[in-house]
């Protein structure tokens, strides 16, 4: 069978398209759209003089962060509706699934709770908040409304950076940890199990009893040979 970190992984990237492809298509037709298009291509542009060495950094820098702030102050709605749909897809639709998205249950995995008692809501919320962005989402609607550009571009680079961290923390304890479970499972009370199909156990059992098996044939041959010394 497959690792557990890496059915985690895969799963996760499904769903984070499956929410990609649901906030294009609500989105698609809004009109500052247009305006974060043309904020996009700015910033790209400069990215590319930056690049080739047409512009000093100390340019890039100031104007990057102008063609930033204007791309999430015209992104304000998109992220507005991609942070319900996150919500309900991570938090609402996993509760209703008992801990499955369908990135979960392609790759045959699920979220239990880590003490075994029954998962509620604010379990999967709190999963939601840290590793599904909602959290970041959040903040980052609260500062592009409530902060002028100057300090928003501030405070803005220390969250990104923060969750940055975060994430590189979670991902690395799902891959390295023996029971894979991230920062977020640990502040939700959760883990993510495998769910093992009947013929799969079959196999495994199979297996088990092959492996007994030569070790017992493997002991009585080093019997024998003591034996006869």
């Not at 929410?19 to 698609?28: D, E, G, K, N, R």
């Not at 590319?48 to 102050?73: C, G, H, L, P």
């Not at 908040?129 to 803005?156: A, H, P, Q, R």
């Amino acid at each position: 069978m497959k690792p557990l970190s890496y059915k985690r992984i895969v799963a996760y990237f499904i769903d984070i398209l499956i929410i990609t492809v649901l906030s294009t298509l609500l989105t698609y037709f809004l009109p500052e759209n247009k305006e974060y298009e043309s904020s996009a291509t700015e910033y790209l542009d400069l990215l590319n003089q930056y690049t080739n060495k047409e512009i000093e950094q100390e340019d890039f820098t100031t104007q990057s962060a102008d063609a930033v702030y204007s791309m999430n102050r015209n992104s304000v709605t998109v992220t507005v509706v991609t942070t319900v749909l996150t919500i309900s897809y991570f938090v609402v639709y996993a509760y209703f699934m008992e801990g499955q998205t369908l990135g979960k249950k392609l790759m045959k995995i699920k979220i239990v709770s880590n003490d075994k008692h029954k998962l509620t809501m604010n379990n999967y919320l709190i999963r939601g908040l840290l590793i599904n962005s909602i959290l970041m989402n959040i903040l980052g609607i609260i500062f592009i409304l409530g902060l002028n550009k100057t300090t928003y571009i501030k405070v803005n680079d220390i969250t990104t950076y923060l969750f940055g961290f975060i994430y590189v923390i979670t991902f690395g304890m799902v891959l390295f940890r023996d029971d894979k479970r991230g920062l977020h499972d640990f502040l939700a009370g959760t883990k993510v199990i495998a769910i093992t199909d009947k013929k799969e156990v079959v196999e495994e059992e199979k297996e088990e009893v092959k492996e007994k098996d030569d070790k017992l044939k493997d002991a009585e041959i080093i019997g024998e040979k003591k034996l006869k010394m």
